[in-house]
């Protein structure tokens, strides 16, 4: 009889579970906002956020850039010293690049963060876990850096098992975020197209050409989502390349270059050739290019987020 009771607990608590959500302090839970809902919320004042902060952000890719081809060149430098080394210098001089490489991090890390907190289109979510890995690999450098000037590494086995711990521990964790960053941009760009979109679809009726890039850009934020949920590096990469790719070919339907039936493959129609007839040739005049079809809700900076490299660079053991 114990056994039934028990039962018909679990069932009454299921049931109750099915009629009303509560939490556990039994106040009522908020509602799940819809899809409709999420992108008015993401989208609200975004556009304003971005044109404010354009100009420094343009300022700190110009700036990235640099110094990513800067940490390249020392890379190179750093890698024909090592070689050309005696035994005697080669520690030294490991330790040495190590220590310049890390401090050239260390600018980027902090350049990255002033980035960071005044990027647009960013979630408080993502904001809060990309400054939380930019934090900790910070402190990490800072703790190497600490270890190379005290004389902690005696041996090149050491120096190579530190740079392995901070690309496995923390460069890893700090690339995801920063993919998740991405997609979770792209996504509020994608909820500002279709914020100002569907309306305006809707009441002036719909041409085909517009649906379809709706449709397209709808799968896409579905793709996106996927990646600001993956829990690795290489899923989060691949999603993210595979977004991109429809990402571009949302562009290409809504300038009428391509069509979009959907994510599933749609099976090609045989084009049926007609023999020419025996006709004088005429000389045609090239027909006007058409007008992007959508081309207001097309701007510019996500056509630049999108040329951005996906895969991003991770160090290891690098000399």
């Known amino acids: 009889m114990a056994s039934v009771g028990m039962l018909q607990i679990s069932l009454r608590a299921q049931l109750n579970d099915l009629e009303t959500v509560s939490t556990a302090t039994g106040a009522l839970a908020e509602p799940v906002p819809t899809r409709e809902e999420q992108r008015e919320n993401r989208a609200r004042g975004f556009l304003l956020r971005f044109q ?17 081809q800067k940490t390249l060149a020392y890379e190179a430098q750093c890698r024909e010293e090592i070689r050309h080394s005696n035994r005697d210098q080669r520690l030294g001089v490991i330790l040495r690049c190590f220590r310049t490489q890390l401090t050239l991090d260390g600018e980027w890390l902090r350049r990255e963060r002033r980035s960071v907190e005044n990027r647009a289109g960013l979630s408080n979510e993502i904001r809060t876990e990309l400054l939380a890995a930019i934090d900790t690999m910070q402190q990490a450098i800072a703790t190497i850096l600490d270890g190379i000037d005290t004389g902690v590494f005696q041996t090149e086995e050491s120096c190579s098992i530190a740079k392995q711990n901070l690309a496995t521990l923390y460069r890893t964790p700090l690339w995801l975020a920063e993919t998740h960053a991405r997609a979770d941009v792209l996504l509020t760009w994608i909820a500002h197209i279709l914020v100002q979109a569907l309306p305006t679809a809707q009441d002036e009726g719909e041409d085909p050409s517009v649906g379809q890039t709706l449709r397209c850009l709808s799968d896409a934020e579905t793709a996106l989502t996927e990646v600001t949920a993956a829990k690795d590096l290489p899923p989060a990469t691949t ?3 595979e977004a991109f790719v429809l990402l571009h070919t949302c562009l290409r339907v809504a300038e009428n270059e391509d069509e979009y039936h959907g994510s599933a493959p749609v099976a090609e129609v045989p084009e049926v050739t007609v023999p020419a007839q025996s006709e ?3 000389v045609k005049e090239p027909e006007p290019e058409p007008e992007p079809a959508y081309d207001p809700y097309l701007p510019r900076p996500l056509r630049r987020q999108l040329s951005l490299p996906i895969t991003p660079p991770l160090r290891g053991v690098l000399y």
């Open 52 to 68: 404010s902060s354009r100009s420094e952000q343009q300022a700190q890719q110009v700036w990235f850039t640099e110094h990513w």
């Open 239 to 241: 999603e993210l390349e």
């Open 280 to 282: 004088p040739e005429m």
